[in-house]
Structure formats: structure tokens, C-alpha cells
């Protein structure tokens, strides 16, 4: 009895050690299907049937592994920001000059990924509606990106980074960013993202630098 129930239980782990990679990769293709229906018709327009069937599930299957579409929505999110710690070199955030250079390194790298970009647009600015699910991630992200920004122009100019320019200017930056996204989704050939990204950080820094001096 004891060794039946040993084989039972090594077979059992070898089928749950087996399925994990399955259910891995199925949650990675559901998380990819509902980034492209959320961004491309919103959260409240975007259904889980649509999202179930781009992956060859029924609609329960997805809530199976998820729970619902507002966990659905909030997974999609952190999943972006997980991709985007992945390309980080060691998944460590450079500081100062570093990290104003990173960031026109993700927008070279955001022009090779339009879907993830539609999908931030369209939820960043839907989440502004009342009561809608993403609301307090995009207020949490924001609150933390300013800072994180702030933080890089104070090092790279040598200035307070909770002044209240050097904070602004991290807001100016962010919304160069994120407006310029919906720009090049609609005219790519037409708007240069890296560059544009570049010109106003640099102008950012020089009007830093010249007021800290002064």
C-alpha cells in the first residue's frame, strides 16, 4: 500500500509539475488576447467571450484562471509592467542620466510593440471615467513614475528632486510621452517618438540646469 501510494504520489507531482507550464503559457496567451480586444475596444466594450475565443476557450475557462474581468484587466496591466522590467538590464532601474536615457530607450523599443501601446492608451485614458477598475493603478503608477523621474533630473542637474520645478518638469515629461503615443498610433510614419522624447528631455535638463546655476 505504501508504495502504491508513493508511485500515486510521484505521478501525481510529475502531472502537476507538467501542467504548470501549461497553464503558464495558457494565462500568457489569455493576458496577450485581452491586451489586444482591451485596446482595441476599451475595457467596458471588450468581452470575455471575444478574449476567450482568440485562445480557443470558453468564456469560463478564462474566468477560471482569472476570477473576473475586472482581475482580468488588472492582471493585463501588471503584466505590461513585468515585460517591462524583463528588458531591464539585471531587472534593475538605472538612476540619474541613466534613467532619462532609458526612457527614450523604451520608446524606440514601444515602436515595435503598437498592440502594448494602443492598450496602455486607450486604458490610461478610459481609466479616467468614474469607478472604472484601472483608476487607482494608473494614479499608483503616476504618483510613482513622478518620482522616479524627479529623481533622475535631481541627479542628473544636481538639484532637490522634490523642488517644485524639477517635479513639474517630471510631469512635462511624462506627458510628452504618453501624448506623443497616441500621436504616432495614429500617423507612425509621421511622428518620430525616440527623437521627439529625446529633444524635450534634453530641453528639460538644460532649463534645469541653467535655473540651478542662476
Partial sequence: MAIKQAASTQALAGTTRAAKP???ER??????????????RGYNNGSLVEIAE?????????????????????????????????????RKRPVGAEFLAHLVHTTRENTERSGIVQ????????????????QQFFRSRFDGLRLVVADALGLTVGADAADARVVAAASAIIAVMDGLQVQWLLDPDGVDMPETVQLVIDAIVESLRQRVSA
Avoid: C, W
Avoid at 494565462?27 to 482595441?40: D, H, K, M, N, P
Avoid at 477560471?64 to 528588458?87: C, M, N, P
Fill in 22 to 24: 501549461q497553464t503558464a
Fill in 54 to 90: 482568440r485562445v480557443g476557450m470558453t468564456h469560463a475557462g478564462v474566468l477560471h484562471h482569472f476570477g473576473s474581468k475586472e482581475k482580468l484587466l488588472l492582471a493585463v496591466l501588471a503584466h505590461r509592467d513585468e515585460d517591462d522590467i524583463e528588458r531591464l538590464v539585471d
Fill in 119 to 134: 492598450a496602455y492608451a486607450v486604458l490610461s485614458a478610459e481609466s479616467v471615467t468614474g469607478n472604472h477598475p484601472a
Fill in 27 to 40: 494565462r500568457t496567451a489569455i493576458l496577450e488576447a485581452a491586451t489586444s480586444v482591451f485596446g482595441s
